[in-house]
């Protein structure tokens, strides 16, 4: 099978759920890294029309949006299977990513994450103190619905490490260096817990920004 070819800006974590995942997978795959403000140039829009990323290429078949990057993966190499054979589990998965996409990334990620880390970092900005405190609310709430829905199972979707697990991780994993991830966390030892197990699994080890940096592309 010929390898996948993944744009994106460096530290996204979307784009680091799609590696993980062709990690789980053993797929071959190259990073074709953009550089900050490159999604939005003419020949990446010809990729993904809405500037975001990433957007992947495959044996001549172009594709983003990361959930059906991440299904798409899944079917082209069913071993091991990613997504719960049982309906309701699979119903639950499906649910866990949608709570990722519209909540987890919308309310904590785009503004907590967007001004601690991706403003100072790369646009040498300061975080917006008052965008932040706005956005501590609804973020409560999204990690209590994560922390609920994941109970005491081992992944989002069950006993088995699932694409819900894969695409959630590196959102949390990018938020936990902000101030407000102690308070988020409070009281979810749950999500404590289930992250420190994902950040062990080869394919989220292999996948972090530090060890891509050195030297994978």
């Given at each position: 099978?010929?390898?996948?070819?993944?744009h994106?800006?460096?530290?996204?974590?979307?784009?680091?759920?799609?590696?993980?995942?062709?990690?789980?997978?053993?797929?071959?795959?190259?990073?074709?890294?953009?550089?900050?403000?490159g999604?939005?140039?003419?020949?990446?829009?010809?990729?993904?029309?809405?500037?975001?990323?990433?957007?992947?290429?495959?044996?001549?078949?172009?594709?983003?949006?990361?959930?059906?990057?991440?299904?798409?993966?899944?079917?082209?190499?069913?071993?091991?299977?990613?997504t719960?054979?049982?309906?309701?589990?699979?119903?639950?998965m499906?649910?866990?990513?949608?709570?990722?996409d519209?909540?987890?990334?919308?309310?904590?990620?785009?503004?907590?994450?967007?001004?601690?880390?991706?403003a100072?970092?790369?646009?040498?900005?300061?975080?917006?103190?008052a965008?932040?405190?706005?956005?501590?609310?609804?973020?409560?709430?999204?990690?209590?619905e994560?922390s609920?829905l994941?109970?005491?199972?081992?992944?989002?979707?069950?006993?088995?490490?699932?694409?819900?697990?894969?695409?959630?991780?590196?959102?949390l994993?990018?938020?936990?260096?902000?101030?407000?991830?102690?308070?988020l966390?409070?009281?979810?030892?749950?999500?404590?817990?289930?992250?420190?197990?994902?950040?062990?699994?080869?394919?989220?080890?292999?996948?972090?920004?530090?060890?891509?940096?050195?030297?994978?592309?």
């Amino acid at each position: 099978m010929s390898g996948f070819i993944v744009h994106t800006v460096p530290g996204s974590p979307f784009a680091r759920a799609v590696l993980a995942c062709l990690e789980e997978k053993a797929l071959p795959w190259r990073l074709a890294p953009l550089a900050p403000g490159g999604h939005r140039s003419a020949e990446h829009l010809a990729r993904h029309p809405f500037a975001r990323m990433p957007a992947i290429e495959h044996d001549g078949f172009a594709l983003y949006e990361t959930q059906a990057i991440l299904r798409y993966i899944d079917r082209v190499q069913p071993s091991p299977p990613l997504t719960p054979a049982d309906p309701r589990l699979a119903a639950r998965m499906d649910q866990a990513m949608n709570v990722n996409d519209w909540y987890l990334f919308a309310d904590c990620i785009a503004v907590i994450g967007f001004h601690r880390l991706v403003a100072p970092r790369l646009l040498g900005l300061e975080p917006d103190e008052a965008a932040i405190s706005a956005s501590m609310p609804r973020a409560r709430i999204v990690f209590a619905e994560l922390s609920r829905l994941l109970a005491d199972q081992p992944g989002f979707a069950g006993a088995d490490i699932s694409l819900a697990d894969l695409l959630i991780a590196p959102q949390l994993d990018f938020i936990a260096t902000t101030p407000e991830w102690d308070e988020l966390t409070a009281g979810h030892a749950n999500l404590l817990r289930w992250l420190e197990r994902m950040r062990r699994r080869p394919s989220l080890r292999a996948t972090a920004w530090d060890s891509l940096a050195a030297g994978r592309t």
